[in-house]
């Protein structure tokens, strides 16, 4: 290994097209106590981190590196971190229970870097499973640099034991727009059997589309772009249409992957009485003025998606295994992560990109 390696970084946040990245050499960062040193595989591109290069997301220190879907190979530990051999089931490579923070990856074990990094542990939110909402929650590529570089560091506690057997490139989706998906999907309290309806069809919505139509929904997609409306096809939606089209029977339940305001009328209007809307995106423009009578009357619940708790990806990772969800992926060299995001913010990517090394 030498002393240091490449990575993308935000310079100054700025429109995708006025590059707010770069690609640089900077020193393989040294894990910390409890933290383990990952070479990384591969890793998703997310409209986050497009918020992130972009300012819609306020920076929190200079030259962050994006990306915090990263699948990888753990190569060193921390300080007091000394395990060298693996003891790690079949059960714990989806999700099962783990053992203390420094006994839980060995040097060669497959590793996933997902978008919570860390949480305080002792607040009222965390006490009670909701760790999401912690107040001192940090986040991987916005707090601390993230997985579009060569090599990452995670703590041992925030980091998803991963199947050896299973391409990278399926597995770094799952990651975030996966996690937040299956979130969002909770949230949105759809019944069995249930219509949903998905606004956006982007690499978080075709998960999500999956894990709803393996559990019996019948799926309703209004999203723009022609490449996204024929994937939404190909997973079986009943009904796809434009962002304002009114689908042709009353959804039991909605989630808005979209990053535009002006589309949670549209799908409040589309829900019976007594329907959920679950908006699904880290950051939204601005929502439009509600009309009380025609928009929330008759008890349509409203519901926002905070990040995730370490619980629902262990639950996801352990519904893929089982229902054998895969994610549409474009595979990009590391090398054109700027162009990947640049085709995010025009609309001209479909299903999930992922940069490989």
């Known amino acids: 290994m030498t002393d240091e390696m490449y990575a993308w970084v935000v310079d100054r946040p700025g429109p995708i097209d006025t590059a707010p990245l770069r690609k640089i050499r900077r020193p393989i960062p040294e894990p910390g106590p409890g933290e383990v040193l990952v070479e990384v595989e591969a890793c998703g591109i997310c409209r986050t981190d497009l918020h992130l290069c972009e300012g819609d997301l306020p920076p929190k220190h200079l030259h962050i590196t994006p990306g915090h879907q990263a699948v990888g190979t753990v190569v060193a530990h921390g300080p007091s971190t000394t395990r060298t051999t693996s003891t790690r089931t079949t059960a714990d490579h989806i999700g099962g229970d783990r053992a203390a923070p420094a006994d839980r990856f060995a040097v060669g074990d497959r590793v996933g870097i997902a978008w919570l990094r860390g949480t305080c542990g002792g607040c009222e939110f965390c006490r009670r499973g909701a760790e999401n909402l912690c107040p001192r929650s940090t986040y991987t590529g916005w707090d601390a640099h993230g997985g579009f570089a060569e090599y990452a560091v995670v703590p041992q506690d925030f980091a998803y034991a991963l199947p050896p057997d299973r391409p990278a490139i399926e597995l770094a989706p799952f990651l975030c727009a996966g996690i937040i998906g299956y979130r969002a999907l909770l949230r949105a309290n759809l019944p069995p059997g249930g219509r949903l309806g998905i606004y956006g069809f982007g690499s978080s919505a075709h998960l999500t589309a999956q894990l709803a139509t393996a559990q019996g929904a019948e799926l309703f997609v209004m999203t723009r772009g022609e490449q996204n409306r024929v994937l939404a096809r190909a997973l079986g939606a009943v009904f796809v249409g434009e962002t304002a089209d009114r689908p042709p029977a009353p959804l039991d339940s909605a989630i808005v992957f979209a990053p535009a305001g002006d589309v949670v009328p549209y799908a409040l ?77 025009h609309g001209r990517a479909s299903g999930s990109l992922v940069a490989l090394r």
């Open 269 to 345: 209007e589309a829900v019976r009485p007594g329907g959920t809307v679950a908006v699904a995106g880290i950051h939204l423009s601005d929502v439009p003025v509600l009309n009380y009578e025609r928009h929330l009357f008759h008890e349509r619940d409203l519901r926002s998606v905070t990040s995730n708790t370490r619980r629902d990806g262990e639950e996801l990772l352990r519904l893929i295994a089982r229902l054998e969800i895969s994610a549409h992926t474009t595979a990009v060299p590391f090398d054109a992560v700027d162009r990947a995001l640049a085709d995010v913010a």
